[in-house]
């Protein structure tokens, strides 16, 4: 369909992994190794045609392309999808066919968390197979609070941008209470942050009113709330041509990846001056994290968090230039991306 066709985007290996008997039907796409091996994490998404897990996937990988690259790491873009629902049908069979599956790519592709698939699930596969991150025994744990960090950073560097220094009595509208979305609200309601937030979950909106003092809205209610900021922290594809025009904050600032539909959507968010932090500069915390696993020296926490530290700048050199070149902050992410690529080449 139209909104997947740009995912399409040469990737240069995807594979299929079945095991009917232990239940996996997988897809593993690397986009570019032009800076290293494809690293990206393994979701696991019960989609209901294969399309669109495929269109889901390479979505994915080639986003990790651009992070590697924008983060300055010698990482390509990967990312791995099991079509499975992650509380019924992720059992122990299924992953250890899934490790097989990672251990027969041999190094070409590092996994890690993503939606649906947890540090427990990576140390699993870990027993079985080298090429995974993000595991406590050896590895650096969980990266999601380290992404939710960088976000933090970038939802202050964008309301900076627009003058904003001071996050108390900023009104952030949050979508999805999941791993990153939970910790983000953590920071902002710490330093003052009005939160609105909704999920699929409604235990975890209760939870967030309590724990925050947020405004609990319904999952189609998230996206005109008036606030000065929409981090949206759930699945992709969120803004697009039909839903951008009822957006109500001027600023879009979260951990998802792909939230554009589209990449074009990013100008219609332009022309409604809406300043969009693009997904995979702002999210990229959890990907240094686990990438500084793979590090000559092993991990290093402190050196970690200073390149998360660095975030803000890059957005905040983005948000600049878009500006003057009065163009799509993504256009200018990804034109950062793609020069270091071509440099490397
Ligand atoms: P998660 O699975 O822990 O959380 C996702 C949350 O979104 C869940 O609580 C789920 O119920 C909710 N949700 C799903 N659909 C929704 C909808 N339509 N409306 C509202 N809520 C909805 O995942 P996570 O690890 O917190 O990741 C969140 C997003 O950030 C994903 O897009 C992921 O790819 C991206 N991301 C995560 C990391 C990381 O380190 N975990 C890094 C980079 C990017």
Not at 57 to 62: A, I, K, P, Q, T
Not at 122 to 129: E, G, I, M, N
Not at 280 to 294: D, Q, R, T
């Amino acid at each position: 369909d139209a909104a997947g066709l740009d995912a399409f985007d040469n990737h240069e290996r995807v594979w299929h992994g079945r095991d009917t008997v232990r239940g996996l039907n997988a897809i593993v796409a690397i986009h570019n190794t032009a800076l290293g091996p494809g690293l990206g994490g393994t979701r696991v998404w019960p989609h209901e045609t294969f399309e669109a897990a495929l269109t889901d996937v390479l979505r994915l990988s080639r986003g990790m392309t651009f992070k590697s690259a924008i983060a300055g790491m010698d990482f390509g873009g990967g990312k791995a999808l099991i079509i499975a629902n992650s509380k019924t049908d992720k059992t122990p069979a299924l992953l250890e066919a899934y490790a097989e599956m990672l251990a027969a790519l041999d190094g070409q592709y590092y996994t890690g968390e993503d939606v649906g698939f947890t540090v427990a699930d990576a140390d699993f596969l870990r027993a079985r197979t080298p090429n995974v991150t993000g595991t406590t025994v050896g590895g650096s744990g969980n990266p999601s609070p380290v992404t939710a960090h960088g976000v933090f950073l970038g939802v202050k560097a964008a309301l900076k941008h627009r003058g904003i220094d001071r996050l108390e009595g900023v009104h952030v509208a949050v979508q999805g209470l999941g791993s990153v979305g939970w910790t983000l609200c953590e920071k902002l309601a710490a330093e003052g942050a009005r939160l609105t937030v909704t999920d699929i979950d409604d235990a975890r909106i209760r939870q967030a009113v309590e724990a925050f003092g947020a405004t609990g809205v319904a999952t189609d209610a998230i996206l005109p709330v008036p606030a000065q900021v929409f981090a949206p922290c759930a699945l992709g594809g969120v803004l697009s041509a039909e839903t951008i025009p009822a957006l109500g904050a001027k600023i879009v600032a979260g951990a998802a990846n792909n939230q554009l539909a589209r990449h074009e959507d990013a100008r219609l968010l332009m022309e409604r001056g809406v300043l969009y932090a693009p997904d995979y500069v702002i999210n990229a915390g959890g990907l240094l994290n686990v990438a500084a696993e793979l590090a000559p020296g092993g991990y290093d926490r402190d050196a970690t968090m200073e390149k998360v530290a660095k975030i803000p700048d890059t957005l905040a050199d983005i948000f600049r230039r878009a500006e003057e070149q009065n163009r799509p902050t993504n256009d200018i992410a990804s034109e950062i991306a793609d020069e270091r690529i071509a440099a490397r080449r």
